[in-house]
Every structure is written in structure tokens, then in C-alpha cells.
């Protein structure tokens, strides 16, 4: 008797286990992959190719014509295109199976011909485009770039009628549209579901009308969409089925257009909205929309600082229709699925929290409660029922449950007690728990709560993966399962710290702040978890927790060799990304620091805080890319070259420079300093320099630096002297700054920041700077007062200041403030439609005769065209009404 055995076969040889293998990889999986057999190669290049984010591979762009001609029908999405060669490359007859499309046309004449040739390629594909202007501009009518070519979106055969575009979404933003265009569009675009004009001009007069009946969402400024009937048609006639509105009003004050003629124009033209996302300065439009305006809301979004009694009120008056409560990021871009950041809790309306719990009693048919940035109390939670039983998602934050751990452990009790539902609900026996249902922690009693609701399948309680102070252990499985995830890590000070971090899973870093110095095997976890992330890490901050004189004597507080910490592990994967690189009270030889200059083509920036560079160096290099370095006065300028070389040698394009002497035994004659700056950065301008005293600061103003545009200093070193220092490089001057008295003062803080009283006295010598420096463009005094006599009796020759930071005698509160801002406003509202209309908004009786501080003020910020950005104590404030 005969057996014969099967052919043995490698199951990596079925073409339908490497397809789907190649839809799951990573970007530099797949290009290992695709160098295994050429069996591997169809499957794994298109993973390759699928996607193109100049922003994630700006090397991209440098890609010959042939390489784009042969793979480009691979690529499917597009982002963040924007730069004349990245349009250039994408201009292939190869690139024409393209699906998601993110393109600026605006550059320049050639660059807008291009992009819609790439989109009229691609139209027969296309299902998201998204066409930007990168540069804002408001006299964006007068130019033909930002005109939206609706032609060039849908698909044609040649002679042959239009084909119907498979466009599903489409956002333009910051352009101009006429009304027959959209027309034009919505008539070639039958599959269009969502369409977002934000900050687009609809231009023009319709000469022909239509409707599209399958729109459902619409984003656009309320002055587009609502205005009065004599000026034209409204946004919304073309969209009888929109079922979801976004709009803002900023920039106009309160809604302007009269709550009855919004109404009826919804109720014309949409009768099945029911969705609003609403956003102004102060919260007027969701309040207005909410109680005059909507009817049958079913879904609400708002700013989160806007939240007040008056919301709450107005939400529950569509309590029997409300199906999801939500506001908008506390921190713009957070994903909440990556779980990248933490989103701290604001302090708006948590005092009155209690009357939120208003919404989820009362709103029977929610689904969906986003208030992330809101700390709810379990105490005001339990004191009645949430009636929405329906409820999906849950996104908030609870007082007590502060920590990974706790939260953690309340998720996990919240899970076990949902599978017991359903196992009773299968027909187990009921198990009951007495410890369960006597547990009294802030874990249990939340986890009670969550499994009330039988359809709740996702929650977010703000789990902290990387800042949290008490950062622990994670296991394995949980950084196998998750760290692909990770993005950014900060304060990674610990050895548990480190310890998670290495592991082959986390892989995907791009900014890494990580302490090195602690131990051997930490310092080893460190260079490790930096080799594994080499490819995609763009910010690297290594340190040590702790100056130690004798680091040098220490292995652990070396930056090890960059062959083995900053290569890629692939040289398919390209260049290092590194843009700014740190190190802070480390050690680390010349050679290996031009090692590092050498793997990081594309670094910018690099700080070295009491970093030791010892030993000579056995080559030289020079990086071209870094303009921006920092260290200290000893590492910089030595006065023995045999010793070792100037650190400024290596970085001949250098444009700014941020050194500090705190050491005064430490001396090195002018002369030589400004020898070595002439000799090795030649283009050196910016200045940023710190001692006690000032001495610094006065030697580089008067006896080395040449054509100073940027000056940094300590705000205590503030003098007669120095101001006359400064004075010497008038004519080139454009930056002034000092730093921050306060490290962590926030220009976006809802509060008076301090005050300073240095120099106050001789505050009106302060004067001879703007006076005299014709060139200034940013101011930024923002600890010293300036008295509005001092500022009035000469005048401001710095016609060019975009960016303004002083403090002003008698303009101390936030009322006083805000109102100085909104005549400056007014005033720049009024210059603009003056120059670009050719007639301005008259002065009222009362502006004319104001001579109130805030008049005051805001009649001299009139005076500079080109202000953009303003603080003056209480948050930064910009116009958009510039020139």
C-alpha cells in the first residue's frame, strides 16, 4: 500500500494572505515587504504609495518625473499639498487614480493651472477634495487664483456629455466662488453629501437656480449664509434636505441679520435641519438659535466657554428631540482615539456644573454627551436618574478620577459588570457580588452609573498615557496592543517611564522628551526607545534631571554614538525628520555631535543647556539647515582654539543665537568673540543673551555684534545704557523682546498677567526705541508699563509693527482692555472699507469726542497698518481687517 504526501506549501505563497497582509503594515513595513520576492512587490508598493502627506514626506516632492510617471496611479489621498514642487511632482500623467485630494491652488498663476489639471485628471476618481488657500488674504476678490474653477471638478469624455463625479465631500476654503459655478458644481455632483465653504465668498449674481437633494451637511460664515432678501439668494435655497448646519459669526458682533428672517428662511428652503453647530465671540448666535430660531433641534454643538444657565435652558427647550450634546475641543486637535494629550479641565462654569445634569435627566432620547473639557461630581450625578437610556457615546471628566490607574480600574469595572448584564440577560444565574455593591470609590460609583445604559459603547474619561506625574508600569500586552498609538512623550523622567516606552510596538514617536542619566539600563532604554523611533521622530529632548559637575566621568550622561541611536532602521525609510534637537546637563564629544549633524539633514534648531562637547573632533562638518542654536557662553567662545573648535563653526547659515553667562569667573576678551562670529556665521542677526547683570548683553550690542534684527534679553536688565545700545543698530532692529518673567505666562490667559516696577521710573526713555527704530516689527515689553502721556508726545516711526506686547498705565482690568480692543477694531473696520470701498463707517458723536484711556490707546494702535496681533495684559488679539 502507497500514501503519497500532499506538495508542501508556504502559506506567504497565497496572493490573497500578502494582499490583505499588505492593507495592515506600517509605511516602513511595507517597504521592507516589497523588496521580499517580486510576488510581494504589486501588493506592498501599493501600500507604499497609498498615501501621500507632504507634511509626514516632504522628500516626496524631490521625486524624479519617471519614478511619479511609473507608481503615481497608486497614490489614492493627497495631503497637504501646498508648495509650488509639491504641485509639480503630483502634475504627472501617472498620479490619475487619486480619491482624497487636500490641494492649495492659490501660490501663484502656474500653481492654480496646475492643481486643477491634477483635479480634472483625477475628477473621474475623486470622492474628497479639499482646495485651501495656505496665505490668508481679504482682498482675495481681486486675485483670479482663489477663484474656484468648477469646470476642472467634474469629469468629462471629451466631446461627450458630462459623467456624474463620484464626489462625496468638498471643503474650500479661504477662496471665492460665484453662484453659477456652485450651481454648476451641485448640477455634476449628484453623490454630494457635505459641503463646507468656511471663510469662502460667494460672488456674483445667479442666473440660473437648482437644488441638491442630497446635501446633508453645509458649513459656511453666517454672513454667507443669512443676510437680508434684497442682497440675494441664500446659501441654503440650493439644499432642501440639509439635515446639519455649521456656521460662525465672527468678527460681527452679535447676529445682525433679525431672528425672524433666519427662521423663515430655514423653514423655506430646509425644513428637515435639525442639526447646528454654532460658534461666536460670545455665544450670542447658539442662545439665539436655540430660542427664536430652530425648531426640533436633535443635535447641538457650541464653544465650551459659552456654556452658561441661559444654554442650559435653551437646550432643554428640545428636550424631547435632543439626541447629542456636544462642544467643541477644549484643545484643537485632539483625537480622542490615539488618546495623545490629556485635556485639562477648564474652569468654566465648573461651579455651577450641577445645573448640567439638567440635560441628561430631562433629554430622554440623547445618544451622544461630549462636555471633555467639563469635571462632573459623582454626588451631583446621583442625586436623580439619567432618563437616556439610549445613550451611545459618553465623553467627560469626573472629579476624584484624576489618575491612569483610577480610571483604568473604573473602565475595567464598568466592563465586568456590563458582561454580567449580558450574562444574565442570556439566562445565566444572577450573580451577585456584596463587596461590588458595597464598594464605595469613586472607580465603583462610576462604573455603577456606566452600566446603567444597555447601548453605551464608547466612553472617554481623559486617560493620561504620557504627562501624568504618577505614569506606572504598563504591561506588555497593553503597549503591545496600544504604543503604535503613541505620538508624543513628555516628561518621561522615571525608570518605569522608560521602561514601557521600550518595547517594539512603540515605533511611531515625534517628539520624545525622555531623562537619560539615571542608571545604566535607563540610559540603555533611552537610546534604544530613540533608535527604534529614529525614522519618524522630528523633536528629540534628552536630559538629565540633575546638573552634575562631574557628568563627565559618568556613562550614563553621554549621548551615545548616532550610528546607533539616530540612523533609520531602514535606509529605504530616507532621511531623519530630526527638526529640533535638545540636550540639557549631558555630555557628549564633538564627534558625535557632528555625527548627529550629518544623519539629520533637516534640523533646524539645537539647544545644548549646560551640555559638556569635549574631546577633539577628528573631522570637520558643516550643517547648513540649522539656524537657531543655544548654549553657553563657555561652550561657544573658548580662548584656546587648539583645545577644540568654536561650536559656531558647524553651523555656518547660523541666523539667531541664544547663549547665556552665568558663570562670572568666566571672561573671553570681544575681540575674539566677535572674530569668531564674522569668521564662521557671517549671517548672524538675532540675538538672545542672558547673564546677572546685563554685561553680557551691553558687550554684544556695543563692541561685537554688527546689524543686530533680533534682540532677547532679561527684562531686569533694562537700563538708560542699554536702551542706548540698542539705539545703535536703529536702522536694522526689526525684533525686540525680553523673556518672560513668569516661564510658563500664557499670552491667551483669561487674567491680568503681573506687573514689573523695574525701570517704571525711567519708563518714558522706553519711548526711544519705536521712535527711533524705523524697521521694528515686533515689540514685546510686555512686564513694563508705558504711560500713554510718555507715548503721546512723539511720534512712532516703526510704521511696519505687526506684533505689539506692552502694558499701559490705567488699562488694568479686562473690561478696560476688551474695550480698548474693540475700538481698535472698530477703527481698523472702518480703515479697510474706507480703502477697499472707497468710503469708511462713520465716527459716532461719542468717538470723536471719547478721551478715555481706551480711546486713547486704541487711537494709536490705528496708526500702524500693518498690526495684526495685540496684547495688552489679557489675552493676545488680532484684526482681521489689515493690510
Not at 19 to 34: N, T
Amino acid at each position: 500500500m502507497t500514501t503519497t504526501n500532499p506538495t508542501e506549501k508556504n502559506p506567504f505563497d497565497l496572493p490573497e494572505l500578502s494582499y490583505w497582509l499588505s492593507r495592515f503594515v506600517a509605511f516602513k513595513d511595507a517597504l521592507s515587504c516589497a523588496l521580499v520576492c517580486k510576488a510581494w512587490t504589486a501588493d506592498f508598493l501599493s501600500a507604499v504609495w497609498f498615501q501621500v502627506d507632504f507634511d509626514d514626506h516632504p522628500q516626496f516632492a524631490k521625486l524624479s518625473p519617471d519614478i511619479v510617471a511609473k507608481h503615481g496611479h497608486l497614490i489614492r489621498i493627497v495631503k497637504n499639498a501646498k508648495t509650488p514642487a509639491q504641485v509639480s511632482v503630483l502634475n504627472n500623467a501617472g498620479v490619475d487614480s487619486l480619491r482624497d485630494l487636500h490641494i492649495d491652488p492659490t501660490a501663484s498663476a502656474i500653481q492654480h493651472v496646475q492643481v486643477y489639471e491634477i483635479i480634472y485628471r483625477n475628477s473621474f476618481n475623486l470622492q474628497h477634495l479639499h482646495l485651501f488657500a495656505a496665505t490668508l488674504s481679504h482682498n482675495k476678490e481681486v486675485y483670479s487664483t482663489h477663484y474656484v474653477s468648477a469646470p476642472a471638478l467634474l469629469p468629462s469624455s471629451g466631446p461627450t456629455p458630462l459623467v456624474s463625479s463620484k464626489l462625496k465631500a468638498l471643503s474650500l476654503k479661504q477662496l471665492c466662488l460665484t453662484h453659477n459655478s456652485l450651481v454648476t458644481i451641485l448640477q455634476g455632483c449628484p453623490g454630494l453629501t457635505e459641503l463646507r465653504l468656511p471663510y469662502t465668498d460667494m460672488v456674483g449674481t445667479p442666473t440660473r437656480s437648482f437644488q441638491h437633494t442630497g446635501v446633508k451637511v453645509l458649513g459656511s460664515t453666517f454672513k454667507s449664509l443669512f443676510h437680508l432678501p434684497t442682497t440675494g439668494p441664500s446659501l441654503l435655497s440650493y439644499f432642501p434636505q440639509l439635515t446639519t448646519l455649521s456656521t460662525f459669526n465672527y468678527g460681527l458682533g452679535a447676529v445682525t441679520v433679525p431672528s425672524t428672517v433666519i427662521k423663515g428662511e430655514i423653514s423655506r428652503y430646509c425644513p428637515q435641519l435639525t442639526g447646528y453647530y454654532l460658534e461666536d465671540s460670545v455665544g450670542t448666535i447658539t442662545r439665539e438659535f436655540l430660542t427664536k430660531i430652530a425648531s426640533s433641534v436633535t443635535e447641538i454643538g457650541f464653544l465650551y466657554n459659552h456654556i452658561s444657565l441661559d444654554i442650559i435652558m435653551a437646550i432643554l427647550l428640545h428636550q424631547t428631540t435632543m439626541k447629542a450634546v456636544k462642544h467643541f475641543d477644549v484643545q484643537p486637535g485632539f483625537d480622542f482615539a490615539e488618546k495623545e494629550d490629556v485635556i485639562p479641565v477648564s474652569d468654566d462654569f465648573q461651579e455651577s456644573g450641577r445645573f448640567l445634569q439638567l440635560i441628561p435627566r430631562c433629554c430622554s432620547k440623547l445618544e451622544e454627551i461630549n462636555l471633555h473639557g467639563h469635571e462632573m461630581d459623582m454626588d451631583d450625578v446621583e442625586m436623580d436618574e439619567w432618563v437616556c437610556k439610549d445613550l451611545k457615546i459618553l465623553r467627560l471628566r469626573v472629579k476624584g478620577l484624576d489618575t491612569k490607574d483610577k480610571i483604568l480600574k473604573a473602565i475595567a469595572l464598568w466592563r465586568a459588570g456590563y458582561w454580567r448584564k449580558r450574562q444574565e440577560k442570556a439566562g445565566a444565574p444572577e450573580a451577585f457580588d456584596e463587596q461590588a455593591s458595597l464598594d464605595q470609590s469613586i472607580e465603583a460609583r462610576v462604573a455603577r452609573h456606566l452600566v446603567k445604559f444597555d447601548k453605551l459603547w464608547i466612553v472617554w474619561l481623559g486617560i493620561d498615557f504620557k504627562i501624568h506625574p504618577q505614569f506606572d508600569y504598563l504591561s506588555p500586552d497593553t503597549i503591545a496592543k496600544h504604543g503604535h498609538l503613541i505620538k508624543i512623550v513628555k516628561n518621561a523622567s522615571a525608570f518605569t517611564h522608560a521602561a514601557s516606552l521600550d518595547h517594539p510596538c512603540v515605533n511611531n514617536l515625534r517628539a520624545l522628551h525622555i531623562r537619560t542619566e539615571t542608571s545604566v539600563v535607563q540610559h540603555l532604554f533611552a537610546h534604544d526607545i530613540i533608535s527604534r523611533n529614529s525614522t519618524f521622530l522630528q523633536d528629540l529632548d534628552l536630559f538629565a534631571a540633575v546638573f552634575a559637575v562631574d557628568k563627565q566621568d559618568s556613562f550614563a550622561h553621554y549621548v551615545s554614538s548616532p550610528g546607533l541611536v539616530l540612523s533609520p532602521s531602514t535606509s529605504l525609510s530616507g532621511p531623519l525628520k530630526l527638526k529640533t534637537l535638545r540636550v540639557e546637563n549631558l555630555c557628549m564629544t564633538h564627534d558625535g555631535l557632528i555625527a548627529i549633524l550629518e544623519s539629520c539633514p533637516g534640523l533646524r534648531e539645537v539647544r545644548l543647556v549646560n551640555t559638556d562637547v569635549i574631546d577633539l573632533p577628528t573631522k570637520s562638518s558643516q550643517h547648513k539647515g540649522v539656524t537657531f542654536f543655544a548654549a553657553s557662553l563657555k561652550s561657544l567662545f573658548r580662548s584656546n582654539t587648539d583645545t577644540a573648535p568654536s561650536l559656531l563653526s558647524y553651523f555656518p547659515n547660523l541666523r539667531t543665537l541664544n547663549v547665556w553667562n552665568f558663570d562670572i569667573r568666566y571672561t573671553i576678551p570681544s575681540a575674539e568673540m566677535k572674530d569668531n562670529i564674522a569668521r564662521y556665521c557671517p549671517r548672524l542677526t538675532g540675538y538672545q543673551l542672558e547673564d546677572i547683570t546685563g554685561a553680557i548683553a551691553m558687550e554684544f550690542l556695543t563692541n561685537i555684534a554688527r546689524n543686530i534684527g533680533q534682540l532677547v534679553f532679561r527684562h531686569n536688565n533694562m537700563s538708560i545704557p542699554m536702551i542706548g545700545a540698542i539705539l545703535m543698530h536703529q536702522e536694522s532692529l526689526k525684533t525686540i523682546m525680553h523673556f518672560n518673567i513668569q516661564p510658563d505666562l500664557d499670552f491667551e490667559e483669561d487674567r491680568v498677567a503681573p506687573l514689573s516696577t523695574h525701570f517704571r521710573r525711567y519708563g518714558n526713555i522706553l519711548q526711544q526705541i519705536p521712535r527711533a527704530c524705523s524697521s521694528l516689527k515686533i515689540m514685546d515689553l510686555h512686564f513694563l508699563e508705558m504711560d500713554m502721556d510718555d507715548v503721546e508726545r512723539g511720534r512712532w516711526v516703526c510704521k511696519d509693527l505687526t506684533t505689539l506686547r506692552i502694558r499701559i498705565k490705567g488699562l488694568d482690568t479686562e473690561e478696560k482692555i476688551v474695550r480698548t480692543i474693540g475700538l481698535w477694531r472698530a477703527g481698523c473696520r472702518r480703515r479697510w472699507q474706507e480703502k477697499a470701498m472707497g468710503f469708511p463707517e462713520p465716527e459716532t458723536k461719542e468717538d470723536k469726542t471719547d478721551n478715555s484711556i481706551e480711546a486713547r490707546v486704541a487711537h494709536h494702535l490705528l496708526k500702524f497698518d500693518k498690526l495684526l496681533s495685540v496684547w495688552l495684559g489679557y489675552k493676545t488679539w488680532t484684526t482681521v481687517y489689515h493690510q
